[in-house]
């Protein structure tokens, strides 16, 4: 029994280790595929397409094609360094604009919280209305609740913005008091083993989680190809637009949005981070914070930086 388990188990990882590289393999002639016929998942006009693009969209094949790209970008920045380092500042770049453009949110969202006062309590308003010819007008519940949009923009959209510049809360219990390379080593661990993972496990369960408020029939992650293209002939759309009170906000299929743009971005960004940290390794602590564009309070202020 002992051996047959012993055999059982190293031919079940020695499987499992074929498959791996088989998907790899594939990926390659997936994304040549893809590229070449996005007629097949781009052309929504077809309810067949939209249902290959849901299934694709969450699907081993679509994992390892990104897993993939990843690999042969990393072997080229290993090869050319300054290659990974402008990768690493597109990459810290666009989490930088997508985040300093997303915070004015926070602005946003006080400056209709002061609206909303004063039109309920002043104006005694049970309605706003915004814009000219034909208005945007609903209920002042409506705006009260959207206010919760903003602030999901800013926690989805702002997340790696905030990591760039330092922002994120860190519990330290060893990582001040060990060498500048065994820091190097811990961050491009937690990029592979943490951040990374949990990008990937967001994605996968809140993209059916997304499309489910979107459309009918509504897909599962258990769904073949196949029985979705079968589901693609009673397809229509069904954007979900019910609200917690009658006259509340009544677009939270948004909110599902913002969740794949967040799993999206906390991905891409574990990468730069991995990329980063190899770089500092490789480098030296010359290179730590080489290229970061970090926001500045102004001369003077350099106490209060990353406190804000």
Known sequence: MQDENGISFFG????????????????????????????????????????????YGGSVEFFFVVFTLFLVLTVIGVMYRDVMWKMVRGLEGFANVTGRFFAWAGLLMVVQQIIIVFMQRVFTRADMAFGFGIPFQKDISWFAEELKLYNAMVVCMCCTYTFVQG????????????????????????????????????????????????IVPKPSASDTLDRLVAKSRALRWNVETIGFSPNGFNAYFLFKILLMLFAGMVFLHAIAFLWRSYLEYVEGQESTGKYLDKDSLGEGEEAYEGAH
């Open 12 to 55: 079940a990882l020695w499987n499992g280790l074929i498959w791996f590289v088989q998907n790899i393999a594939e990926a390659f002639y997936n994304f040549g595929y893809a590229i070449t016929h996005p007629q097949l998942w781009l052309d929504w006009s077809d309810k067949e397409a939209i249902m290959r693009f849901v299934y």
């Open 167 to 214: 922002g994120h809360v860190r519990v330290d219990l060893i990582y001040a008091g060990i060498s500048h390379r065994a820091k190097r080593v811990v961050d491009m661990c937690g990029a592979l083993l943490f951040m990374m993972p949990m990008a990937v496990l967001t994605w996968m369960y809140g993209w059916y989680f997304m499309w489910r408020h979107l």
